[in-house]
């Protein structure tokens, strides 16, 4: 079949560009499909009603996931707390009540292979009890151990080493860790915490039952100090690395790694002192037999971090950066951002971090003396649930289903960045993805990823969506796409998903899960609007 051009004349020139246009579209969208292929083969509902208190997700790796929640019910004067636990299919396996006094909040969880660890304490103030509820999985049997801290103790960190507990927090605004000794049921202060106008940033578990503890010296005086220190689970010192911080610089953050690899580090973000913004990301190798230095690295040099302004001011940023760099001045080009997490693999450390902005005042984050500590909860009061902290799964839900009050300023989040660092403290790579206009009720993770052979998948969820980017490392081409979040019934119509409610979360392996609060029309079934807590598995292939 021949076309025909506007003078009359018969071409086959328009045949053959309408050809190659659909081998060429084909072709693009069947790399796109290459690139971003995800499955969602599992769901889990559950109804919910305005008055019923929130879940507290909290992922078992491969053991499944964990379901906590308030019942609002009582037994003999104690308040009735429901467990569920659902495996890899989000099928429920395990159903249990646990009893807890009424004056008791929790406050945090850890977990270990076959055990859930949750963590209780009373009232409000500092001086409190707390109990602490070790549940077998399997078993379904509950241990319980109680203690209290002689000390005006504020909780900001709690992890599990070996067969015993760390505590880490503030006796009268000075760091302290405390050991929780579970064999022994007896407590510890490990000593040489104490000091002023000091942070501690981070309280961690090596893979090997070491721990690691690493604090940061918040005063106005000169020759101040980070300060790394690895103990054994007894709470025994077994090496401690101190370094100088430069004079006109400020360590905001610091995660340390946990000797997946052999080399140990610490990686966070840096600013100028007395400013709640960073400048950029710095690396510490620990080797407390040598003298080394903080090696820091501005926002400008990397490749992709500027991917969320404007090209040409990123283009005189980055060209700026190259001209501070030169004259050794610090640059001048600031953001908020907030690293969530940092993960070992072959080539040596990833930092996973996000770029947001606030929308009002911000002022339960910045209220605090020593900038923002991750630990720190953004719904005003820092030791009460649901609270963050990177590495440990969020409490979904800040408020009540039924409630639209915010009880928190706003934040809007921008893009997703991910940084490979060898074990020298050099940027291998960078990349980012731009996040859609998502508001979020305070700083809280919204991205997350897999880096699975020679790929990068981000993930984020916004409203009833999946947003996808992939990334080949080995040329630097990316792809975009778009999943809807999957209902169980062909004829389920998604008529809303409630605001600052739910989230993505790596799982394990190549797997994520997605959660939050639908509301469900379904004009085939006899109840025709739900509403429902779900959970979906999403998988990358």
Not at 281 to 302: R, T, W
């Amino acid at each position: 079949m021949y076309s025909i051009n506007k003078n009359g004349r018969h071409s086959r020139w328009n045949n053959y560009t309408a050809f190659f246009s659909v081998v060429w579209f084909a072709l693009i969208f069947s790399g796109v499909d290459s690139y971003c292929q995800i499955t969602q083969p599992h769901r889990y509902e559950k109804i919910v009603k305005s008055s019923d208190d929130p879940f507290s997700l909290i992922s078992l790796m491969g053991e499944g996931i964990a379901l906590f929640r308030d019942m609002s019910k009582y037994k003999s004067g104690n308040k009735t707390y429901e467990l569920m636990v659902l495996d890899t299919a989000l099928k429920e396996v395990k159903r249990l009540e646990v009893e807890i006094k009424d004056r008791y909040k929790m406050v945090g969880y850890e977990v270990a292979p076959g055990h859930l660890y949750i963590l209780f304490r009373t009232g409000e103030t500092t001086k409190n009890d707390f109990e602490l509820i070790d549940i077998d999985l399997k078993l379904s049997e509950t241990t319980r151990y109680q203690f209290k801290p002689d000390l005006d103790f504020r909780l900001t960190h709690f992890n599990k080493v070996g067969t015993n507990f760390t505590f880490g927090g503030y006796v009268n605004n000075e760091p302290a860790v405390v050991l929780f000794e579970l064999p022994a049921n007896q407590i510890r202060v490990i000593p040489g915490f104490f000091q002023k106008d000091t942070e501690l940033v981070d309280l961690r578990t090596n893979q090997n039952k070491t721990f690691n503890s690493v604090l940061i010296d918040r005063g106005s005086r000169e020759n101040r100090k980070l300060i790394f220190r690895t103990f054994d689970e007894s709470g025994k010192q077994l090496l401690e690395d101190v370094v100088p911080i430069e004079d006109q610089r400020s360590l905001q953050t610091g995660f340390t790694s946990v000797l997946e690899r052999e080399d140990l580090a610490v990686i966070g973000t840096w600013g100028e002192r007395n400013s709640k913004q960073s400048i950029g990301f710095y690396f510490l190798a620990i080797d407390p037999f040598n003298e080394q230095k903080i090696k820091y690295l501005d926002f400008g040099q990397l490749e992709h971090y500027l991917d969320y302004i404007n090209p040409k001011r990123a283009e005189r940023i980055k060209a700026s950066s190259k001209s501070d760099a030169a004259e050794g001045r610090i640059p001048n080009f600031v953001t908020y951002v907030m690293p969530y997490k940092l993960t070992e693999y072959k080539d040596g450390f990833l930092l996973l971090a996000e770029v947001y902005s606030p929308i009002s005042s911000m002022s339960p984050y910045y209220s605090n003396p020593y900038y923002y500590n991750p630990y720190y909860s953004p719904y005003g009061n820092p030791y009460s649930l649901p609270f963050y902290y990177p590495g440990m799964n969020r409490m979904y839900r800040p408020y009540t289903y039924g409630s639209n009050s915010r009880n928190v300023d706003e934040i809007k989040t921008a893009q997703t960045v991910l940084l490979s660092f060898d074990a020298n403290g050099k940027v291998s790579w960078d990349h980012s993805m731009q996040l859609d206009e998502i508001k979020m009720p305070g700083i809280e993770q919204v991205g997350d990823f897999i880096l699975k052979d020679d790929k990068i998948y981000f993930l984020y969820k916004k409203e009833s969506e999946l947003k996808i980017k992939t990334i080949v490392l080995s040329d630097g081409t990316s792809a975009e796409s778009l999943e809807k979040i999957k209902t169980p019934e062909e004829d389920d119509i998604i008529r809303s998903e409630k605001e600052f409610e739910g989230g993505l979360r790596h799982w394990f392996g190549d797997v994520f899960y997605v959660w939050g609060v639908h509301t469900i029309r379904n004009g085939t079934k006899e109840d025709r609007v739900r509403d429902v807590f779900y959970i979906n598995k999403v998988v990358a292939k």
